[in-house]
């Protein structure tokens, strides 16, 4: 087991229903079994920091990821995971993550709200309305696009 390779990979953190995160990794590639991954987050700043509270967790039991409820993001989230092995002299692994730049937070939108319809038969056209899905943290409307698939039955 060599350090080089025990550090975790494709850390990724995937935001859903506006307010709930999961936040996943890939245990390293030559970690020990005995090997346990613990992440510390903050949405404030590099300082307060607080451990996950919901492991999601492997066969072998160690921590491949963390469940994030009432999750709300800024502009900034920083996140830090260390772990523990067998093997000695190993560097924590540290990610700084801006929501803004950094594509490692997705996030799964809710649909449109308040669709409306209203189709006049004489003229055969019909109008729709709806108001952007609620999101974690993008506000400004510019920023969605929106497809319309209409089908005749």
Known sequence: CSMNGTAIENFVCVIFNVSFMNCTWHVGRTATEDTQYFLYWSFSGKEDFTECQNYIKDNCGRHTGCQ???????NNAYFLVNWSSSEKNIKPYEKTIQLISDYIIVEKLTPPLNVT????EASHR????????RTSHVKESSCFKYQIVIENK
């Open 117 to 120: 319809v209203n189709c006049t």
């Open 68 to 74: 994030f409820q009432n999750v709300t993001i800024k």
């Open 126 to 133: 019909c109008s729709i309305w709806w108001q952007q899905p």
